[in-house]
């Protein structure tokens, strides 16, 4: 095949060189000079000079002759160092690397153009069979073809600067700087014997109103150095073309388009705390490579006979091929390295609400950032820094210690003797409004499961405001006696479990079918009248258009509540949660989406926060003084003009002061045209920035999916409590297993007695 390749980074050499050891005609264009690059040290991690490894040996034995390698990270907090091992990295000089792959690529035949723009990818797409832009993150490949690729950009909300110090770091090092202007932050790390990568990053704010906006390369590196003269040891920080920038995120719905691919920073990028965008572009080209490679030997007589060539003869069903195949194996990694990527651009982002964290928490929070890095996993690389990160939590750690889940948290008078909730779940399984026997063995189960507080579904304090008809509810005395039987129960039969109840109305969400009937869909028949804050229907042209609701209505909805709550105290419940969240009733006031009020209850947020609080002093006026409140929120509707993180922080900050004792940190479901961004513990960094922004207790919630996640939560102070719904539904002794899995056998977590024999795991057969 004859190959174009446009940009002569790291990616586009080396795809160039794999396609030219496949015996392909190979021509790279690059409009700068061999030895000009960006940047300084490049990092690549040991799953990705693997594949190097087994691709080229040559480039891989080149690499490993200049490599320096290192396995600490240093974390410098407020003038104290603290060091986590076994982390394991490998860097070289960016013009080193160039330099190699310069030499193999001449080896192998492939043509390099320097000082050359590349021909407009139109002509390179007639007369090649493959075209690979490995253009960067402008790529001019990609913003021609945008109708095709649909791409996205979003820009992050600091600044950072690319320099270099000349010596070499003995570790990864993290440093803060709490200056007059706010906070600044280093990344650094050697890449030769003698010289280190050096980045310094700050909020937009931070760094206008420290006046570096106004500053030319080496004013800017002459201060870096100066903020940084500890860390640096006095000695000044160099340039190479740097500039201050915004950290670009590029996304494309497609990859390829005809026989043009995208290639590295052009198809994607991941911001450079978690990792080297050299180190996708590298593992793009091995997949490009390999994914052309089988399609083409895949290739039959009948597709490469005549009437089917590409321009050089090559068949396009054999290079479509390759392109799909490509994207499929990329495509799932890449993604998930863009979402610990996004997470951990956002930790450092919000790094002023954790510079107060203890220092031995607040580095396990760095190191912990984006997710990929957890609590178990930390403890198989430096168990003696995440023990003392464990003592300073307040437990031991460790097979015989006490598991940061396990440690008790008390909320007003009520000691929980865990940190796990079963979250709430509905369960569409009542009859006019009483939960059954269904309900009983369902929350007796999870009590007995050793959860430290089991929620109940959202008990709807209306016939009108459920959400179906198998909604529960406490508006008649035949439910609370109902729910009393339940709350009996578990307080006899699993001893120490909490049962808290949710308390809500559905607004304009209610009416519908039960959840696997159709989700959100109107009663076929025996449809109610909805309310809400405005006339807005859920769906629009699918759900009924609620009644606004007017003075008289609010009061007595006021009362509903109320009156609700006054059946949960009296059936024994421990805590109760008012939900404010997922578009609900009063979600619905909240959301300037669906709150389009002109009147005392509309506009700015502290009139739409009138409602929910008056509810809320409503429900804490009769609830007993010594039980906990809680209130659940979704911190973001996911949805442009909607609810944003700094209303949510104002929203939890207005509940606290009217007395929540936590807050129950959820998102979304407000509107139904909502964008959400799914992931392991996708929803927790909300809970953590309420938490750390403003220190009042929060519980997490949303794909918490494994214990070592809980801990992890725990341990980082992102959360106080964990919400874990699915895995119970999955396993109602969850909160048990994990304890086994584990070792632990204490207070925090005790079997029932009839049940303490299958406490261990029964053995299995030999593999």
């Excluded at 007003?412 to 006019?432: E, F, H, I, K, Q």
């Excluded at 960094?685 to 750390?692: E, Q, S, T």
Aim: charged fraction near 20%.
């Amino acid at each position: 095949m004859r190959v174009a390749v446009v940009g002569g980074g790291p990616g586009g050499l080396y795809a160039a060189a794999l396609l030219a050891r496949q015996g392909h005609h190979v021509e790279v264009w690059e409009r700068g000079a061999p030895e000009d690059t960006f940047g300084f040290g490049v990092v690549l991690s040991d799953e990705t000079l693997g594949g190097i490894e087994r691709a080229d040996t040559v480039v891989h034995a080149a690499l490993g002759a200049e490599f320096v390698r290192w396995d600490d990270v240093e974390v410098v907090h407020r003038g104290r160092l603290l060091t986590s091992g076994g982390h394991g990295f490998a860097a070289l000089g960016r013009r080193r690397l160039l330099e190699i792959l310069h030499e193999r690529c001449a080896g192998l035949g492939v043509r390099l153009r320097f000082r050359t723009p590349a021909p407009d990818a139109d002509e390179l797409a007639r007369t090649h069979d493959l075209v690979v832009a490995a253009d960067g993150v402008h790529s001019a490949t990609r913003e021609k073809g945008a109708a095709h690729f649909r791409p996205t950009v979003t820009e992050g909300r600091c600044r950072y600067i690319w320099l270099a110090a000349d010596f070499a770091f003995e570790a990864f090092r993290f440093e803060i700087a709490e200056t007059a202007h706010g906070v600044m932050q280093l990344h650094a790390y050697p890449y030769s014997d003698d010289s280190s990568t050096v980045i310094v990053e700050m909020r937009e704010e931070v760094w206008r109103a420290a006046g570096f906006d106004l500053c030319d390369e080496q004013e800017s590196a002459s201060r870096c150095a100066k903020t940084f003269s500890e860390a640096l040891r006095g000695r000044p920080l160099r340039g190479n073309r740097s500039a201050w920038t915004r950290f670009r995120t590029v996304e494309n719905a497609r990859w390829s388009h005809g026989n043009v691919v995208l290639l590295g920073d052009a198809a994607h990028t991941a911001h450079f705390s978690i990792g080297s965008g050299t180190k996708l572009a590298v593992e793009d080209a091995l997949a490009l490579a390999e994914a052309l490679a089988e399609a083409l030997a895949e290739v039959t007589e009948e597709e490469a006979g005549p009437g089917r060539p590409g321009p050089q003869g090559v068949p396009p069903a054999g290079v479509a091929r390759a392109l799909a195949a490509y994207e499929a194996a990329r495509r799932p990694a890449v993604a998930s390295t863009q979402r610990a990527a996004a997470a951990s651009m956002r930790w450092f982002e919000e790094i002023q609400g954790y510079v107060g964290q203890p220092a031995r928490q607040f580095a396990f929070n760095l190191l912990t950032r984006s997710r990929r890095v957890t609590h178990e996993n930390l403890r198989l690389r430096d168990a003696r820094f995440t023990r003392a990160v464990e003592e300073e939590f307040g437990c031991a750690g460790g097979a015989s210690g006490t598991p940061p889940m396990f440690t008790p948290f008390t909320l007003r008078g009520l000691t929980l003797r865990n940190r796990v909730v079963v979250a709430p779940m509905d369960m569409y399984s009542a009859t006019d409004g009483v939960p059954g026997d269904f309900h009983l063995v369902h929350l007796g189960e999870r009590a007995l499961g050793g959860a430290g507080l089991v929620m109940t579904e959202m008990v709807c304090v209306s016939a009108e405001g459920r959400i179906t008809p198998g909604c529960t509810g406490l508006w008649t005395s035949g439910q609370a006696a109902a729910w009393k039987r339940i709350v009996d129960f578990v307080h006899t039969s699993a001893p120490g479990t909490a049962l808290g109840v949710q308390l809500g109305h559905s607004g304009r969400k209610g009416s519908t079918r039960v959840m696997w009937e159709g989700m959100d869909e109107p009663l076929p028949e025996g449809n109610w009248p909805l309310v809400a804050a405005s006339a807005l229907p859920y769906r629009p042209g699918v759900s009924a258009v609620p009644r606004a609701l007017d003075t008289a209505d609010l009061a007595a909805l006021r009362s509903d509540f109320a009156a609700a709550a006054v059946r949960a105290a009296e059936c024994g419940f421990d805590l109760l949660e008012l939900h404010c969240a997922h578009g609900y009733l009063l979600s619905g006031f909240l959301s300037p989406l669906t709150n389009h009020r002109d009147d005392a209850y509309g506009g700015p947020l502290e009139n739409r926060l009138r409602f929910p609080l008056e509810v809320f002093d409503a429900v804490r006026a009769v609830w007993p003084a010594d039980r906990p409140m809680t209130v659940r929120i979704s911190a973001t509707d996911w949805a442009p003009g909607g609810t944003a993180p700094d209303e949510a922080e104002r929203i939890a900050a207005a509940f606290a002061a009217h007395g929540a004792d936590a807050v129950d940190v959820s998102t979304g479901q407000v509107v139904a045209d909502e964008t959400p961004e799914y992931g392991r513990s996708y929803q927790t960094p909300y809970a953590d920035r309420i938490r750390n922004a403003l220190g009042v207790p929060v519980i997490a919630v949303g794909a918490i999916s494994s214990w070592d996640d809980v801990n992890s939560l725990l341990l980082a102070g992102r959360a106080d409590l964990c919400a874990v719904g699915r895995p119970h539904l999955y396993d109602p002794h969850w909160t048990l297993h994990a304890a086994a899995d584990q070792g632990y056998e204490g207070p925090g977590a005790p079997w029932p007695a009839p049940y303490r024999a299958g406490s261990r795991k029964p053995p299995t057969g030999k593999g």
